[in-house]
């Protein structure tokens, strides 16, 4: 069975990088996953595609400060030059006949 | 530019019937697979269902099973989610989404509270 696993909780300082973790359970580690940034009050919106390989497309508009990158089953959103309106809850994602969600993690800037 | 807009989210008592709609725009939506997915007040993310872009597949989260019924009109570019037998742990917003290529679309979501 498909698993996404991510920290419940991620901080760090304004200006500062941040990485944020999404490990797929046994057997998946081939998987692309999606990162998805939804702030306080609003909906998910995408930030990027990520194959296993490390290459990855970011959705319109999101900054160069968003990368990707991947090791493994482990599937990696760094943030750098951390703003204040980067603080929301990230979300990974893969997706077949059903999606599947990580937990998801809360980002705290400082 | 691609608009998901849902509605007809509301309150609604437990074993109780809702239909929310998907108003799609922007893209060729009969290419499309489209889902649901719902967060319910302070959890994360999950996946409800999903339709092929003919409807000739369909899937759901054990958790909505039997209780609701995915479907979409192609002439009309709109989705729809019919909720029967609804429980207190129905009660999330309810986002429609798509991938197209490599990007996903979100809705803005529609809220559905089940409550006496």
């Known amino acids: 069975q498909l698993v996404l696993t991510q920290s419940p909780s991620a901080s760090a300082s304004l200006g500062a990088s941040v990485k944020l973790t999404c490990t797929l359970s046994?057997?998946?580690?081939?998987?692309?996953i999606a990162w998805h940034q939804q702030q306080p009050e609003k909906g998910p919106r995408y930030l990027m595609k990520?194959?296993?390989?490390?290459?990855?497309s970011k959705g319109d508009g999101i900054p160069d400060r968003f990368s990707g990158s991947s090791s493994g089953a482990e599937r990696y959103l760094t943030i750098s030059s951390l703003q204040s309106e980067d603080e929301a809850d990230y979300y990974c994602?893969?997706?077949?006949?059903?999606?599947?969600f990580g937990g998801g993690t809360k980002l705290t800037v400082l | 530019e691609v608009q998901l807009v849902e509605s007809g989210g509301g309150l609604v008592k437990p074993g109780g019937s809702l239909r929310l709609s998907c108003a799609a725009s922007?893209?060729?939506?009969?290419?499309?697979?489209m889902n649901w997915v719902r967060q319910a007040p302070g959890k994360g993310l999950e996946w409800v269902s999903s339709?092929?872009?003919?409807?000739?597949?369909?899937y759901y989260a054990d958790s909505v099973k039997g209780r609701f019924t995915i479907s979409r009109d192609n002439a009309k570019n709109s989705l729809y989610l019919q909720m029967n037998s609804l429980r207190a742990e129905d009660t999330a917003v309810y986002y429609c989404?798509?991938?197209?290529?490599?990007?996903?679309?979100w809705g803005q979501g529609t809220l559905v509270t089940v409550s006496s």
């Open positions: 046994s057997g998946h580690s081939s998987y692309a």
């Open positions: 989404a798509t991938r197209r290529v490599d990007t996903f679309y």
């Open positions: 990520l194959n296993s390989d490390g290459s990855h």
């Open positions: 339709i092929s872009s003919s409807s000739s597949y369909i």
């Open positions: 922007g893209f060729t939506f009969s290419s499309y697979s």
């Open positions: 994602q893969t997706w077949g006949t059903a999606w599947v």
